[in-house]
């Protein structure tokens, strides 16, 4: 039996404006690296995109056993980070698609994720039990065309919405799929 390989693809490529300086590498731990090792946890591998020349982001990544993947369209947002991770791990029969500014998602909610892509959901993502999505999503092969076509700051929220009716939906109480580190009164809630 041929094994089916779910891609975890980690967003790397905010400017943290609001944050002011590199969010990513802020905190205690960087937050990026805790994201990171969830989502090597839970996927079993993990890409991470980042812009180029970020030789610090890089080094924090690769320790925590991430492939790097360096490209210049992160800076035309979300939605063009994602197609060139897609495209990197274009051989993937799925992905699983984190942002590197959401450190406290449960490695057994992103496993879940794999397992529905595994088992042939087309996409599947976390709920709480009110029916509110959160992070990551996965993806599978299905959809690589539609992901591929992504760019710009359009992630795949309407991708979601158009085909609303596919989504496996993994209902958890993992209070770390709304966990977004966006300012650094955000960090300092986290670091509590």
Do not use: Q
Not at 104 to 115: F, L, Q, W
Not at 124 to 152: C, I, N
Not at 167 to 187: K, N, Q, S, Y
């Amino acid at each position: 039996m041929t094994e089916i390989v779910i891609a975890g693809i980690l967003l790397c490529g905010g400017a943290g404006r609001r944050f002011g300086v590199d969010k990513l590498l802020a905190g205690d731990e960087p937050i990026a690296a805790s994201a990171a090792r969830h989502l090597r946890s839970g996927a079993g591998n993990a890409l991470a995109v980042i812009p180029p020349r970020r030789a610090r982001l890089r080094e924090v990544l690769a320790a925590e056993g991430c492939a790097i993947l360096e490209s210049d369209r992160t800076s035309e947002g979300m939605g063009a980070s994602l197609a060139a991770g897609v495209e990197a791990a274009a051989s993937a029969e799925g992905w699983i698609v984190a942002l590197g500014d959401m450190p406290r998602v449960d490695p057994k909610t992103i496993e879940a994720i794999r397992r529905a892509l595994e088992r042939g959901a087309p996409m599947a993502a976390p709920y709480d039990r009110s029916g509110r999505r959160g992070h990551p999503v996965g993806f599978s092969r299905a959809l690589r065309a539609e992901l591929l076509a992504l760019g710009g700051d359009v992630g795949a929220r309407d991708l979601l919405a158009r085909h609303a009716d596919m989504v496996e939906r993994i209902v958890t109480d993992d209070p770390g799929i709304f966990v977004d580190i966006d300012t650094r009164a955000d960090l300092e809630s986290l670091e509590k």
